[in-house]
């Protein structure tokens, strides 16, 4: 059985602060892959990252990076210098090849930038 | 581009009643989902379809009922709405199989039972 943990419920930084949203993931596939989606408060569901398990190469785009390490079955989110629009519920999630996207989702963090 | 509609966006039902909530997409895409979110919850799958007139259950497929008459459009029917299925509702659709293509999400429906 897949699972995603996200153990941070909820975080709370002042902007500017950089903030980490940690991602630990379950599975005895070898190929798999793994998203980041941001859940802003309108409530739409944004797609942010996918990475498959065959690449450990940590990602930077703009303020946002990703580091995966399959050691520690983890792929955390960090933002840099956040800001009040990052204020949302982020979600990773867990897929495996199949006939379908069939994601298992994290629990979420929700994360909450203030001025 | 439209993308991912859902309607209705807010719903109340009384226990016992039924509804579908409806899901189209314009992006030609062959697959999709619908989910549900439960408060502080992860979303879970309840069906999916790889084509039309093609569908299959998810994780969570009590109580509910799809079919896939057309490429775009894919309703979720509540035949006897349950508190239980007091939720949001979220439709999504991807370009191809397999989880390395992502999912574009509808704005989701919010459904209340009671």
């Known amino acids: 059985a897949q699972k995603v943990t996200q153990a941070q419920t909820e975080i709370s930084v002042v902007e500017k602060e950089d903030v980490t949203l940690d991602c630990v993931y379950e599975?005895?596939?070898?190929?798999?892959?793994l998203f980041w989606y941001k859940q802003p408060p309108s409530g739409e569901l944004v797609f942010l990252i996918r990475?498959?398990?065959?690449?450990?190469q940590n990602e930077i785009s703009g303020r946002y990076s990703w580091n995966f390490q399959k050691s520690t079955s983890s792929f955390n989110f960090t933002i840099t210098a956040s800001q009040v629009v990052d204020s949302a519920v982020y979600f990773c999630?867990?897929?495996?090849?199949?006939?379908?996207?069939?994601?298992?989702f994290g629990t979420g963090t929700r994360l909450q930038v203030t001025l | 581009n439209a993308g991912v509609t859902q309607t209705p966006k807010f719903r109340i039902l009384k226990i016992g009643q039924s509804m579908t909530l409806q899901c189209t997409q314009d992006?030609?895409?062959?697959?999709m989902y619908w989910y549900r979110q439960d408060p502080g919850m992860g979303l879970k799958l309840i069906y999916y379809?790889?084509?039309?007139?093609?569908?299959d259950k998810g994780e969570v497929p009590n109580g509910y009922n799809v079919s896939r008459s057309t490429t775009e459009d894919f309703p979720l029917r509540l035949e006897l709405a349950a508190p239980s299925q007091t939720s949001v509702y979220f439709c999504?659709?991807?370009?191809?199989?397999?989880?390395?293509?992502?999912?574009?999400f509808g704005n989701g429906t919010r459904l209340t039972v009671t």
């Open positions: 379809s790889v084509g039309a007139g093609i569908t």
């Open positions: 992006m030609n895409h062959n697959y």
């Open positions: 990475r498959n398990s065959f690449d450990e």
């Open positions: 999630a867990l897929g495996s090849t199949g006939t379908a996207s069939k994601l298992t």
């Open positions: 599975t005895r596939d070898t190929t798999y892959y």
């Open positions: 999504a659709s991807s370009y191809s199989s397999g989880p390395y293509s992502p999912l574009h």
